[in-house]
T-cell receptor
């Protein structure tokens, strides 16, 4: 069965620090990969996604993620975080070559950015 | 991306009663999904709501407890039956767009408290 693992459960950073959140998945075939963000009291929003092509994908708000197939990883990065980035971040995987089917979510990472 | 209207946004219910949650999508979507997000945890898929056929339930979830309807390509309901305090959670619906569009869209969630 597919599974998604996020290594960092709670991350605390100061503003302007660099961010990298780890995400690994277990599935040997074609995957579609997503990062979602959930700001306090708000619903899930898509940060970025990878379907195919350039393994380095850029999303909204300065976030990017790199798909490394050999490592089954899709880590999220941001060079300089802001206080407004404080939120819960979820990595998700959908197995298959088409954009349909269920999403499997990681456990989530709580990011706290101190001003 | 599709926009999902989910209601109610929150409810407090007595144990032993049932609550039906509705999701309306502003465009036709192939598949809809129902998730549960327990306090401080990630999203767990309850079931896939298929139009014209029975929902497909994940391990640990059964139709008698969480009956789902999908009468057309823009609407779905989830009922939480015979509720107990352990059912207190946030319930979210999600829609899978046609291939090639942006990632899955989520409703704003229903915060359920069972007393």
């Amino acid at each position: 069965a597919q599974s998604v693992s996020q290594h960092n459960h709670h991350v605390i950073l100061s503003e302007a620090a660099s961010l990298e959140l780890g995400c690994n998945y277990s599935y040997g075939g074609t995957v579609n990969l997503f990062w979602y963000v959930q700001y306090p009291g708000q619903h899930l929003q898509l940060l970025l996604k990878y379907f195919s092509g350039d393994p380095l994908v850029k999303g909204i708000k300065g976030f990017e993620a790199e798909f490394i197939k050999s490592k089954f990883s899709f880590n999220l990065r941001k060079p300089s975080v802001q206080w407004s980035d404080t939120a819960e971040y979820f990595c998700a995987v959908n197995a298959g070559s088409s954009n349909t089917g269920k999403l499997i979510f990681g456990q989530g990472t709580t990011l706290q950015v101190k001003p | 991306s599709a926009v999902i209207s989910q209601k109610p946004s929150r409810d407090i219910c007595q144990r032993g009663t049932s609550l039906t949650i509705q999701c309306q999508v502003d465009s036709q979507v192939t598949m809809m999904f129902w998730y549960r997000q327990q306090p401080g945890q990630s999203l767990t898929l309850i079931a896939t709501a298929n139009q014209g056929s029975e929902a497909t339930y994940e391990s640990g979830f059964v139709i008698d407890k969480f009956p789902i309807s999908r009468p057309n390509l823009t609407f779905s309901t989830l009922t939480v039956s015979n509720m107990s305090p352990e059912d207190s959670s946030i319930y979210l619906c999600s829609a899978a767009p046609p291939a090639g569009l942006n990632g899955y869209t989520f409703g704003s969630g229903t915060r359920l408290t069972v007393v």
